[in-house]
T-cell receptor, first 111, second 117 residues
Framework: GEDVEQSLFLSVREGDSSVINCTYT??????LYWYKQEPGAGLQLLTY?????DMKQDQRLTVLLNKKDKHLSLRIADTQTGDSAIYFC???????????FGSGTRLSIRP | DGGITQSPKYLFRKEGQNVTLSCEQN?????MYWYRQDPGQGLRLIYY???????QKGDIAEGYSVSREKKESFPLTVTSAQKNPTAFYLC????????????????FGEGSRLTVL
């Protein structure tokens, strides 16, 4: 079945760039997403990319998609303490009526 | 303001009791979903509904039940048959696929944390 994988933890220094990586197995994915979850709250969509795109930039966020390797990454430039959260990678297949989520990457910021 | 409201935010249950989690949305979305979140395991789909009076099992439906009598409401009942119900439960909705602005994005509520004593 479909699977989405990402590492569980990432620690970066304040002001540096954070890069969170994700791999997925469904070759028919149409949309891929990055969600952010702050403690005790629901998920909020950060950004998404359509499968026919290679890159998408939105202010401090850059998403890169390598469809051949089924690899998705999220780069956060100039990481701030407010970026501390869990980041989920997710994908929706072409015929799927549901979204498959990764296990989430907990991003922590050190001074 | 449009959004998804989940209640209660915190709930404690004794073993053997059923409990119902409420999810209401005023976004006029057709599709609604229930996910369960456990630490380090991400989100797992319990049930989803694409239209009123219809719903499908997700990956971990055993021990749960749902109803979809109204477009705005998709309550989840955690039954006594659910062996390990302590978790954070998230409700979500999405716009119709034939919408011109469709991106497949899910809109989430703030979650309900259920603890079984």
């Amino acid at each position: 079945g479909e699977d989405v994988e990402q590492s569980l933890f990432l620690s970066v220094r304040e002001g540096d760039s954070s890069v969170i990586n994700c791999t997925y197995t469904d070759s028919s994915s149409t949309y891929l997403y990055w969600y952010k979850q702050e403690p005790g709250a629901g998920l909020q969509l950060l950004t998404y990319i359509f499968s026919n795109m290679d890159m998408k930039q939105d202010q401090r966020l850059t998403v890169l998609l390598n469809k051949k390797d089924k690899h998705l990454s999220l780069r956060i430039a100039d990481t701030q303490t407010g970026d501390s959260a869990i980041y989920f990678c997710a994908e929706r297949g072409s015929s799927a009526s549901k979204i498959i989520f990764g296990s989430g990457t907990r991003l922590s910021i050190r001074p | 303001d449009g959004g998804i409201t989940q209640s209660p935010k915190y709930l404690f249950r004794k073993e053997g009791q059923n409990v119902t989690l409420s999810c209401e949305q005023n976004l006029n979305h057709d599709a609604m979903y229930w996910y369960r979140q456990d630490p380090g395991q991400g989100l797992r789909l319990i049930y989803y509904s694409q239209i009123v009076n219809d719903f499908q099992k997700g990956d971990i439906a055993e021990g749960y039940s749902v109803s979809r009598e109204k477009k705005e409401s998709f309550p989840l009942t955690v039954t006594s048959a659910q062996k390990n119900p302590t978790a954070f439960y998230l409700c979500a909705s999405s716009i119709p696929r034939d919408s011109g602005s469709y991106t497949g994005e899910l809109f989430f509520g703030e979650g309900s944390r259920l603890t079984v004593l």
